[in-house]
């Protein structure tokens, strides 16, 4: 009788842990790092872990991408730069939606890891994620000034302020679309072109049927910003 | 240059806009009526077919390659549609339904390739990972249809290992890596009444 | 009272299938769609054919409408959403050649140098995103009330107010840039 109940147990735990182990979980993720760049591992894995828990990052992805890049032809300081990047992202509070993916496709078109990183210049330039995370940061540094920002969770809600899920959200659908822009090789100094790629990005998402970004949110952002502070943000870049 | 006045100058721009141009609505009124009553055909059908044959956004060098290899994607691509669509629909080439269950959308990907060995897609709904395209009749034309949430997807095809970020399909295209990806809009609201 | 009664019977009849009664309501309608369709499309071209559109729609879903409800309002947001269709489909497939634009360009030397303000206001009309365009023209040449605006774009009123305010702002900033001093009062 008990050595059938132990019998038991150890099977439910057996099965526990084979559906368990079919969700990549964090530790999943810090095992890789380790595997992948010892020296930077526990760095790399504290910014992670906040943005596990944020919502920001998910550990599926983020093992597929680790994974892709332990295998990926390139220098180890390039793999590491990838991670590095997207971890300091998260450590400014900012989305990183936009790297993971352009770090994945870029891998998946076989561009060079430093291609990846650092962009090309050039008539149109390609950037890279250095120069994306730049993009994520000064929009959402516009945002902040035109008094649109998030409370995080835990925090008395001002009148006004958006959850972090659909401030990141517009952080990143802006920056992107601006870095679809400069990618186009059209000018920085043509605002009212700028914005009207931005306007047509926020607009068509919050079309859906499902808005990916609500509509007031949208309206808000396209009240307040204003051609001359987009062709400031994306300036920089071609200096 | 002095505006005194922006509301009376807004009002005064917009009429005579209307003025110098609405030369062209004279007798729109016996071309709507002829249409309704069915004695010109739906100017629909060939306003279509002129947008199609539209360049795309490629570049400038490869714009006349680009066009040519649309014409013949697309025709490619009615003759397919055309076979599986009944004369009693009107061809509104959207080829994506919402499907009843838990607001996911049934999006339709289809690539011309006769004589390829593999197609795929990838996408940034796919991490960028090939989900592949099946082509059962052996018709070269190749399909998936691949259940996505309401968003904004970019995404190219692989043939053979070559990548096509074209899409004749798609909403449009932005520059990516040097190259084109395809964009498309997923659970747009329609339009109408 | 007798012109109201008079288009409920056009409409009536047009549901009928009377299709020269609809020809009628064309004939009534047409100048003020083209209007809406010019404003908000900037393309002659463009608006000819949506205006067509809009008059074949809305005699198709005529009975949809609802006759206690005002006409044009409906009529309009026929055309309003056609429009969008088109400003969609325009950003997915560009032509090569800039399309056929009510004012030759953005070029600020043609606007300065014209001594014509109605010139410089429509180049900045037409540099205005829509979502700042359109209550504008409903507005300033279908002068509708700030009401029917907010039903014809399916926005809440106070919003249609707020970007009506921003939208002459930024015309007046526009006009500023290109050289046109702008003195209060609107």
Known sequence: ?239 | MRVDNLDQALSEALHQEVREEAYCIDRLEERVVAEIEGRTPRRGVVDSLRRMLAPTRGARIGQFATIGVTAVVFLTLGMFLASRVTPSHQATLTPVTASAVDGQNQVLFVMPAPGAHSVSVVGNFNGWEATPLADENGDGIWTANISLPDGRYEYAFVVDGRWWGQDPLADGYVHSFGEYNSVRYVGQAGGGA | MYHVQDEVSLLRASLAGETDAWGEVVVRYKEAVFGLCLGFLRNRADAEDITHDAFIRAYTNLHRYKLEKKFSTWLFTVASNLCRNRLRYRRYHPVIAPPDYVNGGNDPAYIVASEDRVNAVRAAVDRLPISYRAPLVLRYYNELSYKEIAEVLSLPEGTIKTRIHRGKLLLKKDMERDGVIYNESG
Do not use: W
């Open chain 1, 1 to 239: 009788m008990r050595r059938g109940l132990i019998v038991l147990c150890i099977g439910l735990l057996l099965a526990t842990s084979l559906v368990l182990s079919a969700e990549p979980t964090a530790s999943d993720v810090r095992q890789a790092l380790v595997a992948l760049t010892p020296a930077h591992a526990d760095e790399i894995m504290n910014a992670f872990s906040v943005g596990f828990a944020q919502g920001r990052l998910q550990p599926e992805s983020t093992l597929r991408l680790i994974n892709r890049l332990i295998e990926y032809e390139a220098e180890q300081s390039d793999k590491e730069g990838i991670l590095i990047t997207i971890a300091q992202t998260l450590q400014d509070d900012l989305p990183t939606a936009m790297l993971v993916e352009k770090a994945e496709e870029g891998m998946a078109r076989s561009v060079p890891l430093s291609l990846i990183l650092n962009g090309v210049k050039g008539q149109p330039p390609i950037l890279g994620l250095t120069e994306r995370k730049y993009l994520l940061s000064a929009t959402r540094d516009t945002l902040y000034s035109k008094g649109i920002f998030s409370t995080p969770p835990g925090t008395k809600a001002v009148a006004q302020s958006l959850s972090v899920v659909r401030f990141d959200t517009l952080v990143n659908e802006i920056a992107d679309s601006l870095a679809d822009y400069v990618e186009s090789g059209k000018s920085p100094l043509e605002g009212h072109l700028l914005y009207q790629q931005v306007s047509d990005r926020l607009t068509d998402l919050a079309d859906l049927k499902v808005p990916v970004v609500q509509p007031g949110d949208a309206q808000l952002v396209l009240e307040r910003v204003t051609p001359a502070d987009l062709t400031t943000v994306v300036q920089r870049i071609y200096e």
